[in-house]
């Protein structure tokens, strides 16, 4: 069977049924790329073993449980996007800081519940991590990306210092 065979697999459409979903995920067992940008399924995933580049860009269905049992299965990852999605929150980044350690890429764009503490165990644990994206994630502040503005790439420039006033005495 030609499923069997696949090593990547796109699927950006709400409209597959969990029947479809069950057919990949029992027979397409060498994925290392997954893009379920858009998509609300978990069963796919739950079936796989050698993910190295997922995407799950805008899957608002998706649970954080789901999120979480995801990560804790896929210690391998490279790449993971979780762009747009609002049920990320800081508990999926110390999963992730603990069990994706050979993570290179991060996209966390859009996910305004993480914060600081979250970045701060990326930061402590992620020693692989060479690009990071935050925009738009409201609660991370300079204080957490400074330590990691000299070995990763962050989409978010360094804030500027507030300068301080100047009293001159007439």
């Known amino acids: 069977m030609y499923l069997a065979k696949l090593k990547s697999l796109k699927l950006h459409n709400k409209g597959f049924s969990p029947h479809t979903f069950s057919v990949f995920a029992k027979n397409c067992t060498r994925l290392s790329l997954l893009n379920l940008s858009r998509c609300a399924l978990e069963a796919l995933a739950l079936h796989q073993s050698k993910l190295e580049d997922v995407d799950l860009a805008y899957c608002l269905s998706l649970s954080e449980n789901c999120i979480l049992i995801f990560i804790k299965k896929f210690r391998e990852l490279r790449t ?6 609002k049920q990320v929150t800081d508990k999926c980044l110390y999963t992730i800081s603990k069990y994706s350690t050979a993570l ?67």
């Not at 993971?80 to 999605?85: M, S, Y």
């Open 80 to 85: 993971l996007n979780l762009e747009g999605n």
């Open 104 to 170: 290179r890429h991060l996209n966390l764009g859009g996910c305004c519940e993480i914060t600081d503490k979250g970045i701060r165990a990326l930061a402590v644990h992620c020693k692989n991590l060479e690009g990071l994206l935050v925009r738009g994630c409201t609660k991370v502040t300079e204080n957490s990306l400074r330590l990691m503005r000299t070995n990763v790439q962050l989409d978010r420039r360094p804030a500027e210092p507030i300068p301080l006033p100047i009293y001159v005495q007439i």
